[in-house]
């Protein structure tokens, strides 16, 4: 691993803790995915951009789920307070409100039924099989493992600007309110990432710690970048979507 | 589903469950993707049958440990007995025997390190992510999807009788020896499979619990499926490797 020095059983400064954290969103993050390139860059197809939407949904769903389930491990409250926010900020105060409704917002401005995307039937195995992975780690690894795996919100703003201006550019069946959704991210995801990260450095006070809170990093890239991986396999080359999932071109009879 | 009968409440006849099983293979079986017919028609190069193997070895891992936690789950002895079979089929009696040992055999005879294979920290996330979903599938849902998860071994002979022929005849780094894994499973699976068979359709009484497992080899098929979606993914067309997944081309300084 680059980021260890000379003594690997040395306790790493904070400065050099976030470098290792800012290091793995270097060459991990799924910013870097040639499936990101594609749907910026006005590369994909109504039915690809569908695709990608009703996937990610699988990825959507499962956050307020894993937020819940790291509150629930915790006997700090201050931790759980302010973890709230995110299942908040997620799930809203009523019906229609909240990221998972704007997501299906989004879904329902794609031309897709949000009863079908909900339901992740057609959703390709793979994403769902990424997303449960990701649930089970927040609630199965150590506490600091677990909020560490958030902290690919660092990246996050850069990467969505990206999408919002790349796609409201190259897309003419995307509008500003259809990308609602990003807009409430670009404020939620630096704040919630900086408390995250201050958490992690004062919580992680073994190198054991915070080679585990790296690597906790690295395996959230790896569910990200598997999503991805997914959606560039089954719906760019033709020929490859697999039994039972999600195809734009046969989306009216499968979605009826 | 094309399997419903037109009264979707009634009960199924053992043979139209069982024909029920037959079509999910038929149609869902990763018997019918394309990284099976290029594994065995000879288009891989000995750097990407490596990368299957590699990978396939976190499916053959999880084999005995979702044997294992369904033994765990029930208080049928018989069942208990029979099933305990699969355990000694994967573990053998003693260190370098049994199928695991077999797949490490394989790994050897493509000139990859046991004990890098081992640790699966170059397989691919989505394989890994696929695999733990299958184990976790066994331990949680009912007793009789767990079961019905495994039936794929029902059309597994044909698909391992092609594979030895295919590999046989088109790569001169393969040989009868490596694949001596294969060679056991032609038996064990037929003879597991019948009794898996005869057990679920003993014990899915009623019409619900005959589609659960119907879905629950439909979810063990798109597991197998998303295993192959990955490395066709991220080994046959170039650029596509996952950042610290095996690289055929950097593998001599990635093992050292």
Request: aromatic letters at 8%; hydrophobic letters at 45%; glycine letters at 6%.
């Amino acid at each position: 691993m680059t980021h260890a020095p000379a003594d690997a059983d040395a306790r790493m400064s904070p400065e050099a803790l976030e470098a290792a954290f800012r290091e793995v969103g270097n060459t991990r993050y799924h910013a870097h995915h040639p499936f990101h390139a594609r749907l910026h860059n006005g590369e994909l197809t109504k039915g690809q951009v569908q695709a990608w939407a009703l996937n990610r949904y699988c990825y959507q769903a499962v956050i307020p789920r894993k937020d819940a389930a790291l509150i629930a491990r915790t006997d700090d409250a201050e931790l759980r307070r302010h973890w709230r926010r995110r299942l908040a900020d997620h799930d809203g105060d009523h019906a229609g409100d909240g990221g998972l409704a704007r997501w299906l917002h989004l879904i329902r401005g794609l031309g897709l039924d949000p009863e079908i995307v909900r339901a992740q039937t057609l959703a390709l195995p793979g994403v769902r099989f990424a997303c449960e992975a990701y649930l089970r780690f927040v609630a199965e690894r150590s506490l600091v493992e677990a909020v560490a795996s958030s902290l690919t919100e660092l990246f996050a703003p850069a990467l969505i600007s990206d999408r919002i201006a790349g796609m409201l550019r190259n897309y003419d069946f995307v509008d500003a309110d259809t990308l609602v959704y990003f807009d409430a991210r670009l404020n939620e995801a630096p704040r919630d990432a900086e408390a995250a990260l201050s958490y992690v450095i004062r919580q992680a006070v073994t190198r054991e710690q915070q080679d585990a809170a790296i690597a906790a990093l690295s395996f959230k890239c790896d569910v990200l970048w598997a999503i991805l991986d997914a959606l560039d396999y089954a719906y760019v080359a033709p020929g490859n979507i697999p039994p039972g999932a999600f195809d734009p071109a046969a989306s009216r009879a499968q979605l009826g």
